[in-house]
C-alpha cells in the first residue's frame, strides 16, 4: 500500500513528506494506523547529525496508533485496537532478550544503527529504493507495518497523543526511578535534564514517595514544569552548585542524568551522595569516554549504572504505567507541549529544538 510520510533525508535538511511504499503485514506482523508521535531526544540527535544514520529515513519510535489489520498467525491485537508501540522490536534469542531487555537486544542495536529491522529489511520504499526506518520504528508516517509484539495493547481510553508518551519517554524515565535504581520512599534525588524523559524521571521520583528532589535545566520552560512536577528547586546550570549547596549539601541519594553527556554526566556523579547511586538514562550525542576520578568508587563508595527503556520489558512495564495512569499517579496530558499535524512536522522538530516545556507531538 502507499502511505505518507516525513522523510529525513539529511542533517540540517528540513522533512519532506512523500508516499511511500508499505510492504503488506506478514503473517507476525500489525498494519498501524498512527495517531500521535512524540519527538524524542533520539530523533534530534540524527537531525543535528550527531548519530550518522542512512538516508531517506522515517524517523520517529515514541507513539500510539489504532490497528487497522493484522497477519493471519497474530493472536494478541485485532482491527480496531488501540496501541501503543514499543521501539524494541528484538530478536527473542540473545543474552539481553533472555534476562527481559528486549532493548538492550544486540542484533536490534545493530539494526537501528543500519535502519532496518532485525531481518535487514524495511518493509519501506521510495521510488523502488530502501527507505530506512528510524529507531527500528518509522512512526512519523501515517501507517506503519511493525511486529506484533512491539504492538501494545492500550485496552483504555487514554487519549492517543497521551499514550503516545507511554512509548519512549514515560517507560525510559520512570522505569529508570521505578525498575533502575529502586528509589527508596524518602531518599533525595537529583536530576540533570528536564526534557521529556527528565520529567518523567521527576514523576517516577513522585511514584517512589522520594524525598528532596532537585533539578538542573538550562530552558526556563522545562525547570517551570519540573518545579510542577515537584522539585524543591529547579535551576540553570550555572547556579547548581550554590544550589545545591544549601539544598542537599552531601549530594543526592540517587541521581540521573536525562541527558547522557560526559558533562551532565560528571555533574550528575558529582553529586551523588558518598555510597549513593547515579544512573545515566540519556543517550550521547556521539563516540565519547567518561573520565571519572576512581576515588568516587574505592572512597567514596558511588555506585555508576545505566540503564534503557526503563530497565524492564515494555511488555511488562506499560501496563504497570497504565495503572498509574488509571489512578491519576502518572500524568500525561500535563506533559504535553505543542500538538501538531504531520505537515507541521518541521515546526514541531524546531520547537522540540528550541527547549519546549512539554513533549512535542505529531499527529499523523
Ligand atoms: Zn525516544
Ligand atoms: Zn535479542
Not at 241 to 256: I, S
Not at 267 to 284: E, I
Not at 287 to 298: H, M, N, W
Request: hydrophobic share 40%.
Amino acid at each position: 500500500m502507499k502511505t505518507r510520510a516525513a522523510l529525513f533525508l539529511g542533517a540540517g535538511r528540513p522533512l519532506e513528506l512523500r508516499e511511500i511504499e508499505l510492504d503488506d503485514p506478514r503473517d507476525d506482523e500489525v498494519l498501524v494506523r498512527m495517531g500521535a508521535v512524540g519527538i524524542c531526544g533520539t530523533d534530534l540527535h540524527s537531525i543535528k547529525g550527531e548519530w550518522e544514520r542512512p538516508t531517506p529515513m522515517v524517523l520517529g519510535h515514541e507513539g500510539a496508533g489504532v490497528v487497522e489489520s493484522v497477519g493471519s498467525a497474530v493472536t494478541t491485537v485485532r482491527p480496531g485496537d488501540r496501541v501503543v508501540l514499543s521501539w524494541a522490536p528484538s530478536c527473542g534469542d540473545c543474552v539481553d532478550c533472555r534476562r527481559g531487555r528486549p532493548a538492550a537486544c544486540v542484533p536490534l542495536h545493530r539494526a537501528m544503527a543500519g535502519g532496518t529491522l532485525i531481518d535487514g529489511g524495511t518493509g519501506m520504499c521510495l521510488d523502488g529504493e530502501t527507505v530506512y526506518r528510524g529507531t527500528a520504528t518509522g512512526a512519523l508516517s501515517e501507517h506503519v507495518v511493525v511486529a506484533e509484539r512491539v504492538a501494545l495493547s492500550l485496552e483504555d481510553d487514554v487519549p492517543l497523543e497521551d499514550a503516545a508518551l507511554l512509548g519512549c519517554a514515560a517507560l525510559t524515565g520512570v522505569g529508570a526511578v521505578l525498575f533502575a535504581a529502586k528509589v527508596e520512599p524518602g531518599a533525595s534525588v537529583f536530576v540533570v535534564g528536564a526534557g521529556g524523559v527528565g520529567q518523567f524521571v521527576l514523576q517516577g521520583a513522585r511514584l517512589a514517595g522520594s524525598g528532596t528532589v532537585f533539578s538542573v535545566e538550562p530552558a526556563a520552560a522545562r525547570r517551570e514544569q519540573a518545579t510542577r512536577l515537584g522539585a524543591a528547586a529547579a535551576v540553570p546550570p550555572e547556579e547548581v552548585t550554590d544550589a545545591m549547596r544549601e539544598l542537599l549539601p552531601d549530594g543526592a541519594d540517587y541521581a540521573f542524568d536525562a541527558v547522557g553527556e560526559p558533562e551532565t554526566t560528571k555533574l550528575a556523579m558529582r553529586w551523588t551522595k558518598n555510597g549513593g547511586t547515579c544512573v545515566v538514562v540519556g543517550l550521547p550525542s556521539g563516540a565519547t569516554r567518561l573520565q571519572i576520578d576512581p576515588a568516587e568508587f574505592y572512597r567514596r563508595e558511588k555506585h555508576l549504572t545505566g540503564t534503557i527503556y526503563g530497565s524492564e520489558d515494555p511488555a511488562v512495564s506499560l501496563p504497570i504505567l497504565l495503572d498509574h495512569v488509571r489512578a491519576g499517579r502518572l500524568d500525561l496530558g500535563e506533559m504535553l507541549g505543542p500538538v501538531l499535524p504531520l505537515e507541521e512536522v518541521n515546526d514541531a522538530i524546531e520547537s522540540s529544538l528550541g527547549g519546549s516545556g512539554g513533549r512535542v507531538v505529531v499527529r499523523p
